[in-house]
């Protein structure tokens, strides 16, 4: 018998996806006014579940469900709200959604407060955290995760043992990443003492839920009897299962105990040696790292050893293929075809590799979250628009594919579940894609390391990382994700990115550089989408600290066009950007920041250089520097004239800056005002190398201009 309530039923058929089965149920309670039917059609609407997808029919139900004081109502209106940029009224939303019982309205509140400042010591920051500690105590452990998170960045001892307590609290309900981070200051004794009892029991959660470094170095306490007995049958059991999800460090390991007879009592077996160091190798190529110690160690058994042990190794490979497919795949079809320990055959090499395309890295039951939609051909109507439109921006159709795999990379990165939802709900609108799939066999045939750009990109980039040495060995040598190095990839000019100018070139040489690999293939954006979803969450399990740094420095340094449209896909604003112009693009993300009285009037001062009795005015888009330059400042002394008292000052602009050329002087002059752009941006006239740099200096002209205005503005008041 079917005790289930209306709403339950409902929220049943949209988990299971049976869209229309659910809008046919819902319609009944939507006409009787039920609060909690009026806001899941408006997440259908939302969603495009069963209905055409209409942002604004989906805000009109929310609101109606939030004048009912139903709380999911109020919850997905004070949302929307802060997606269309009216924060005021969509934290208020959120604030009576809490209230209401629905916690996780607090982590709303919490983000949209880090999004007006994430630097410690803002009002803005502390108000955050505030949110964010509110919605840890109502119990939810992704907001203990993040917590835990941000307080360790400070770095005292007080702090990280602060962050310790918190990334428990979460790790004891289950969440895996904080176990894993509690594990590793136990072990390192990063905010306590050094406690390897502990580390074990907080290793032991992370690897139950499959994270391949808690595997790993849970293995090592257990191969070294640190925080309890010696157990090799454990540790071997760690290292395999890590092993099986591409950890080098682990194959490393087993070959160890293979050489060392110390694997279920077994003599020490060289060929198993063997074998498991060319798994190994073979894996930390995957990642982009030559490791001396496996290398070295082949070498040597590959002259110690007989012909027979080496042909033994082969049939040891076949059998461990059977777990471990990809890896082993790539070295037989390998040795088939190179002759180095077995002789050559190309019918048997034909083979092998065709089970590198057949197989997937992940065995079964050691799936570990790498996810995307099985159907890469599927992109909604404004997407495919939307791509046609980028080469406007001056984006080349290498640079397109780099972008996508920069999107890749933002929506990998594993986050807390509620961050997640956040981050995915408006992009799955853009790119749909069903995150339970395992992706690895559906990237392997394209998917080329972007480590060297990512280790490029963070070292001229000149951002401050912290890295943690990950050591697995106190006789190895400590091991980090990220190698900060020049690999001669990116724009050669940049050396630390101090003003604008070198954020766009950086970044236009690091699209063009992550587009390679799919664009030379001719794969698909989707595809390119794909590639970079595997590597920031492939990068997550080996050192989830770092790979959020990067997130971090990938989705708050973007420059203007790039950044334009990064926000636009990441946000799905795809609409808004294809109704405005090309100009406006670079502008929209330069009044970000500003204050809302003062951006709509900026914006409106833009519309007229455009446009003229809302038909656009011709021949603008062409002008050069000087003449764009003369253009902006005549359309900004009448709109002077239209507007001689109403205008906000530039001290309400939100905005800052120091040296403006002063109005109705110095702005007239083209030269004041360039000099004035190269200052402050990095951007000159004669400097400025391709369309999208021009772009970005006229919208810094319009910007310059009118904050010569608004500061005129202040004088006069």
């Known amino acids: 018998m079917d005790t289930a309530t209306p709403h339950e039923h ?108 994430n630097e410690p010591g803002t009002t803005e920051f502390a108000i955050g955290l505030m949110w964010l500690r509110t919605s840890a105590d109502s119990g939810n452990p992704e907001a203990m995760h993040q917590l835990g998170w941000i307080i360790g960045e400070r770095g ?108 279920r009592n077994m003599p020490p077996n060289r060929p198993m040696q063997l074998a498991w160091l060319m798994i190994a190798e073979e894996q930390a190529k995957e990642l982009g790292h030559v490791e001396s110690s496996i290398i070295d160690g082949k070498k040597r058994l590959l002259l110690e050893l007989s012909e027979d042990d080496k042909l033994s190794t082969i049939s040891i490979l076949g059998v461990i293929g059977e777990t471990q497919p990809k890896w082993v795949a790539s070295i037989l079809a390998q040795q088939y075809e190179s002759g180095e320990i077995i002789d050559t055959d190309a019918e048997k090499a034909a083979f092998w590799r065709e089970q590198i395309d057949d197989t997937s890295a992940v065995p079964e039951g050691h799936e570990i979250g790498l996810t995307t939609d099985a159907d890469l051909a599927s992109l909604s109507k404004n ?11 001056g984006l080349s159709d290498q640079q397109i594919h780099g972008l996508f795999v920069l999107v890749g990379l933002y929506d990998g990165t594993p986050r807390a579940q509620q961050e997640l939802e956040a981050v995915i709900t408006p992009l799955q609108q853009v790119l749909p894609y069903n995150r339970g799939n395992i992706i690895n066999h559906l990237v392997d045939e394209f998917f080329e390391e972007y480590q060297l750009p990512l280790e490029e990109f963070c070292l001229r980039s000149g951002y401050e990382f912290e890295f943690r040495p990950i050591k697995i060995r106190e006789d190895m040598e400590p091991f980090h994700l990220l190698n900060l190095r020049d690999h001669k990839l990116l724009a050669p000019e940049v050396n630390g990115v101090s003003k604008l100018a070198d954020a766009s070139r950086l970044f236009q040489s690091f699209l063009t550089a992550l587009g390679e690999s799919t664009f030379r293939q001719n794969r698909s954006m989707k595809e390119a989408f794909l590639a970079g979803v595997y590597q920031m969450q492939h990068m997550g399990q080996i050192d989830l600290y770092v790979v959020q740094q990067l997130s971090q420095l990938i989705s708050t340094s973007v420059p203007l066009v790039i950044g334009h449209a990064f926000r636009a896909i990441t946000h799905n604003t795809l609409e808004y950007s294809l109704s405005g112009e090309i100009e406006q693009a670079p502008l929209h993300t330069l009044m970000s920041g500003m204050e809302r009285d003062y951006a709509q009037q900026l914006w409106a001062f833009q519309s007229a250089l455009f446009f003229h009795d809302q038909q656009r005015i011709s021949g603008v ?28 000052g530039f001290s309400q602009s939100g905005a800052t800056l120091v040296g403006v050329p002063a109005w109705a002087a110095e702005v007239n002059d083209f030269k004041a005002c360039d000099d004035f752009i190269n200052v402050v941006w990095g951007f000159s006239a004669d400097t400025l190398k391709n369309e999208m740099e021009l772009l970005e200096y006229k919208a810094l002209m319009i910007h310059t201009v009118y904050a010569s205005l608004a500061i005129s503005r202040d004088t006069l008041q």
């Open 621 to 648: 888009a062409e002008l050069e520097p000087k003449d764009w330059h003369r253009w902006v400042t005549d359309r900004a002394r009448a709109f002077s004239d239209a507007y001689p008292t109403q205008l906000v």
């Open 156 to 263: 005292d001892d007080a702090s990280l043992a602060e962050a310790l307590e918190w990334g428990e609290r979460a790790a004891e309900q289950g969440y895996p990443n904080s176990a894993q981070n509690a594990a590793l200051a136990y072990e390192n004794g990063r905010g306590t003492e050094i406690n390897y009892a502990k580390a074990r029991h907080f290793y032991s959660i992370a690897a139950d839920a499959g994270l391949t470094n808690a595997l790993h170095n849970l293995g090592v306490l257990y191969c070294d009897g640190k925080g309890g007995d010696v157990d090799k049958e454990a540790a071997f059991n760690c290292f395999n299962a890590a092993a099986g999800q591409g950890s080098f460090l682990s194959s490393q390991s087993l070959a160890t105990m293979f050489a060392a007879g110390e694997i």
């Open 383 to 393: 997407t495919k628009t939307f791509v046609e439109w980028l080469p406007h921006l």
């Open 10 to 117: 409902a929220y049943d058929l949209l988990s299971e996806g049976k869209y229309d089965e659910l809008i046919t149920f819902i319609t009944p309670h939507v006409k009787a006014n039920d609060s909690w039917a009026e806001a899941m059609l408006g997440q259908c609407y939302r969603m495009g579940a069963g209905v055409e997808q209409d942002l604004a029919v989906a805000r009109h139900y929310y609101e109606l469900s939030a004048n009912q004081k139903n709380p999911q109502g109020q919850l997905l209106f004070g949302h929307h709200l802060l997606f269309e940029g009216d924060v005021e009224e969509g934290r208020k939303q959120l604030e009576l959604a809490f209230e209401g019982g629905i916690t996780s309205a607090a982590d709303y509140l919490a983000q949209s407060f880090f999004n007006e400042s």
